[in-house]
T-cell receptor, first 113, second 108 residues
Framework: EPEVTQTPSHQVTQMGQEVILRCVPISNHLYFYWYRQILGQKVEFLVS????????KSEIFDDQFSVERPDGSNFTLKIRSTKLEDSAMYFC???????????FGPGTRLTVT | AQRVTQPEKLLSVFKGAPVELKCNYSYSGSPELFWYVQYSRQRLQLLLR??SRESIKGFTADLNKGETSFHLKKPFAQEEDSAMYYC??????????FGSGTKLNVKP
């Protein structure tokens, strides 16, 4: 069964550095999402993306965050200047179309020191 | 605003006992409600959604608009049901709200 993949599985970075988290969606999926989960807290929606543009974003998704699909396959989340509070698990999810089941990736654990 | 509330962080039951994981939501329109499950060392996966009205792995959930609840139930818990369970809501499939999760521990 096809799966969403994410790389890296764990990223350690210093405060102020830029990080790029990568997601490879299931091949025919058209809608993409990023979520984060700070340790011990709830899964929080960050952003949704369809047809090469952001559909909706949360209050967390400020100017430090950006998403793109640079080559038609990878879906990336960039954090320009990481802060300690960005430490979390970041999950990518994809779906065939609106209203269909979301398939989640295994997550990337980001640790900002 | 808190959209989805799961009041129990941890729920422990014995194998064969009934289980109910609570979920309440706050939204005035007609949201879609979901239950997601995350087994140990596995990814989040959809368990069921209210619109399909089906039973998955013996679990059911009924949307109660009057009480704004979407509790997850199973009459006889199994050890393999031990996992984190998340209730989630969307109103447009562009943005999803998750609850804080309930860890279900089914004891032998």
């Amino acid at each position: 069964e096809p799966e969403v993949t994410q790389t890296p599985s764990h990223q350690v970075t210093q405060m102020g550095q830029e990080v790029i988290l990568r997601c490879v969606p299931i091949s025919n999926h058209l809608y993409f999402y990023w979520y984060r989960q700070i340790l011990g807290q709830k899964v929080e929606f960050l952003v949704s993306f369809y047809n090469n543009e952001i559909s909706e974003k949360s209050e967390i998704f400020d100017d430090q965050f950006s998403v793109e699909r640079p080559d038609g396959s990878n879906f990336t989340l960039k954090i320009r200047s990481t802060k300690l509070e960005d430490s979390a698990m970041y999950f990518c999810a994809t779906t065939l179309a609106g209203g269909y089941e979301q398939y989640f990736g295994p997550g990337t654990r980001l640790t900002v020191t | 605003a808190q959209r989805v509330t799961q009041p129990e962080k941890l729920l422990s039951v014995f194998k064969g006992a009934p289980v109910e994981l609570k979920c309440n939501y706050s939204y005035s329109g007609s949201p879609e409600l979901f239950w997601y499950v995350q087994y140990s060392r596995q990814r989040l996966q959809l368990l069921l959604r209210h619109i399909s009205r089906e039973s998955i792995k013996g679990f059911t959930a009924d949307l109660n608009k009057g009480e704004t609840s979407f509790h997850l139930k199973k009459p006889f818990a199994q050890e393999e049901d031990s996992a984190m369970y998340y209730c989630a809501l969307t109103y447009n499939f562009n943005k999803f709200y998750f609850g804080s999760g309930t860890k279900l521990n089914v004891k032998p």
